[in-house]
């Protein structure tokens, strides 16, 4: 089965809704308010269908998949440092290399240095660990041939 598309009277009829924050014909965002409101009435006991449409928002729209995301949601938020809060607008993702100072950049190359040293030493280690097991391995087979040897 496909996404349960909005048709435009309905994302209409949304976008009319104070809760909503935007919609489209795919999805639905939800105005802090409503967030912290839903928590709260869901808390108490009540059902996504009853506190969506006690916020005039006509719940059959959603569609059982989007009811559940949203309390999947709202109880993910309620967890969270920055509560309810759409934080994806504050996070960019990796900062960028070129709007660095040089002291930043010094400080991160700093860091890629110690890095990297750390990483030869241990591949370091595991090399030489690799040839004490594969000398150990060589002696293990010459005590062999020399038990078996000397036995005949």
Known sequence: MGVNHFTEEQ???????PYIE???NKSI?????FKELFAKEYRAGKIPSQIL?????NHKFLGKKRKDALVAMVKRCEFRSDGFEDIRKCN????VAKDLTDA???ARLEHQIKYL???????????FLDKQAEWKNKQNQRQKKNSNSSKK
């Open 11 to 17: 994302q209409e009829e949304l976008r009319n809704n």
């Open 22 to 24: 935007k919609v489209s």
């Open 29 to 33: 965002a939800y105005t802090t308010e």
């Open 53 to 57: 449409t006690e916020c005039g928002i």
């Open 92 to 95: 960019l993702g990796r900062p």
């Open 104 to 106: 930043e950049r010094i």
């Open 117 to 127: 040293k750390q990483e030869n030493e241990f591949l370091k280690k595991i090399e």
